[in-house]
């Protein structure tokens, strides 16, 4: 890489789960500093609380990451900290910086505040759950001793359309967004699934099924006939290789799944493990959620109090931070 810009961006990144959540740990040790008057000097603050239009100081932060970068496009020279106050930031793209946001050997070091933690989200904080109404068509669809712990909340409503979708993703494929995931209390949640904690396994691969799928010994996928988005999990082959198969039809009365193309990866394998997810029919334990594509409806039981719990679906499908044509030093 051409050696044209100095930048040293300290963000340690403690990914929870996928792309969508991150950290930024407080790494300001041995820094000094300074409460400025000026954006254009070398320490720059950015609040939950701020203003785009404040001069970027202690006591008047910025809102936004951009906001600070646009501060720091004319800066000449002096080594830059830009400081995250504690609290949470949405961002509704990558945030990028290159060298054309920087001057020639001008490092930069973003950072929550110390003593602070600053939590920078590639999605958007939810609320207003309801309890399910007893008399919807809703309501019938859980088990009658589950039913009350079910809450739901119209993600259209809260201006939410794009719901990624579920991939073919796994063991030798290409890296892909995983699709909404909900997150409680910074917590990833469990896509509904079957069984809850174990696996399932396979029964047997028939000649006519080789490679494209299996039979199994259980009456539990007879509830999902109706399942829009059915997907399996599994180790197919290897203990050390798994993927994400999409299933075209349930045979009930054979005993019998296809699944759709690229296949399994490693062809299926009698005894070999997996579980099914993506089913509203199986949401059936605390933590456990499910999203109704068509209808932008989100079910969820809640693992805990969710009146004081901070509850986020992912929606960046790109990394929430890139940095491009730049030398780390
Ligand atoms: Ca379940």
Do not use: C
């Not at 970027?56 to 900290?81: C, D, S």
């Not at 490693?266 to 605390?286: H, I, M, Q, V």
Request: charged share 25%.
């Amino acid at each position: 890489m051409k050696k044209n810009l100095s930048l040293l961006l300290v963000v340690q990144m403690l990914f929870s789960s996928n792309i969508y959540s991150s950290k930024i740990a407080n790494n300001a040790e041995g820094l000094k500093p300074t409460v400025v008057g000026n954006p254009t000097e070398n320490v720059i603050f950015i609040s939950p609380n701020g203003n785009d239009g404040n001069a970027g100081t202690k006591r008047h932060p910025f809102a936004t990451l951009e906001r600070a970068k646009q501060a720091i496009k004319n800066n000449v020279g002096e080594p830059i900290t830009i400081y995250l106050r504690e609290g949470y930031y949405p961002l509704e793209k990558s945030f990028v910086l290159s060298k054309n946001d920087l001057s020639e050997a001008t490092p930069i070091q973003v950072s929550s505040y110390p003593g602070e933690r600053a939590h920078i989200i590639g999605g958007k904080e939810i609320h207003g759950f309801t309890a399910l109404d007893p008399q919807s068509e809703d309501y019938k669809k859980f088990e009658a001793e589950i039913r009350d712990n079910i809450m739901v909340v119209d993600l259209i409503e809260k201006g939410i359309a794009d719901f990624g979708n579920l991939s073919a993703r796994g063991f030798g494929r290409d890296i892909q967004p995983s699709g909404l995931t909900l997150y409680f209390n910074e917590k990833p949640m469990t896509l509904a699934r079957w069984p809850n904690n174990d696996w399932a396994t396979i029964d047997n691969v028939p000649e006519s099924l080789e490679g494209k799928g299996f039979t199994y010994d259980s009456n539990r996928p007879a509830k999902w006939l109706n399942a829009p988005d059915l997907w399996l999990h599994g180790y197919w082959k290897y203990d050390w290789s798994d993927t994400y198969v999409k299933v075209a039809s349930i045979d009930s009365a054979g005993k019998t799944i296809l699944t759709e193309e690229p296949y399994s990866g490693y062809p299926f394998t009698k005894g070999k493990r997996f579980y099914a997810l993506n089913l509203l029919e199986e949401l059936d334990s605390p933590g456990e959620w499910y999203l109704d594509r068509e209808k932008g409806k989100l079910y969820f039981w809640p693992p805990s109090d969710l009146q004081n719990a901070k509850v986020f679906v992912s929606l960046l499908q790109e990394p929430l931070v890139r940095i491009e044509d730049v030398n780390n030093t």
